[in-house]
């Protein structure tokens, strides 16, 4: 047995653990999913069953060496392996697809954006204009100075016009354009990647019913997402705030930030940067505490958090996930009465 099958099903078998807790928490007694059928499915939730946490998809354990069927259960990278990511969930073949590649490649390419435009020494791929001739290649940026690396083989003849001229000493123009992904489609990006983290870490306990599924219509564009920017906190965090910090004060913030590091090499330039992403916590009013990020406090977003960290994913019972919250805004509601007194 390959070391990759041994490792789908060791996370096949958590998860379906981790449901299954869930699954009775919530006194479920068989799951119903209707999934590209024509009538619903019953399924017993005895912990042989994993769903998708993108789609929902169910997949029983015996498929898991079956991958020749049109989708089944890969190994997912998160962040993705081009960000310094590492397998560490399931996701169906066709979500690991169809929702990776292209969200993927825009959140990397913003990162390397920003990183060309706030560092002194970086590289990025760019459109060069040679006496109104294009071709592709590379701005490199070395303190103030800007220098430019084109790609012969994106066009040959413009190549060729700008060496035989600056070789006879003669002036040509050079102008470049640079192209930024989208902010919205970025922060999406990494709304989805927060997710994916969140459901390693509990599970089916966030990706639920509620909170979770509301997340999973804003990922395929059925849905706003109820704080600004996608929740992605666009600040500098510093690597002590890196994983769980659960908002506490004020009680109208109340909510999880998951800040992740994200660290790929590009042009030999280490790209790193820590995104706190705004998620919401497992309270009756959750998802609707997230609209209060949109509102000015003060000159700064100033709040109180308790910082966790989980030895063990994912969490199997229902209870200690929700302690975390809840014993996090007792203790605060405490230090504020004997403050009080």
Known sequence: MSNTLLKRQRLFDAYSANLKNYLDTIDYKF?????????????????????????????????????????????EHNPPKSMGGTAGILTCKTCNNNNGSESDKLVRDLLVTESFLYSDESTISAKFLIDGQSIKGRLKKIGNSKGIVPNPKSNPKAYEYAVVNLKAGKKIKIDHELTAPEWSKYSLGMLKIAYLKAFELFGYHFADLDHGAKIRDVLHGKADYSAPNNGIMDFFAPDDFIGINIVTRPAELRAMIITLPISFEHDENIIRKNVPIILPAPIKDGWELLRNYARPHGAQLNFRSAKYSIETAPIIDSRAYHSMFFESFRDDEQDDKELAD
């Open 31 to 75: 799951m119903v999913i209707v999934k590209d059928q024509k009538d619903p499915i019953q399924i017993d939730p005895s912990g042989n069953v994993y769903l998708c946490p993108l789609c929902f998809q169910y997949f029983f354990k015996e498929q898991l060496e079956q991958t020749d069927l049109p989708n089944y259960l890969t190994l």
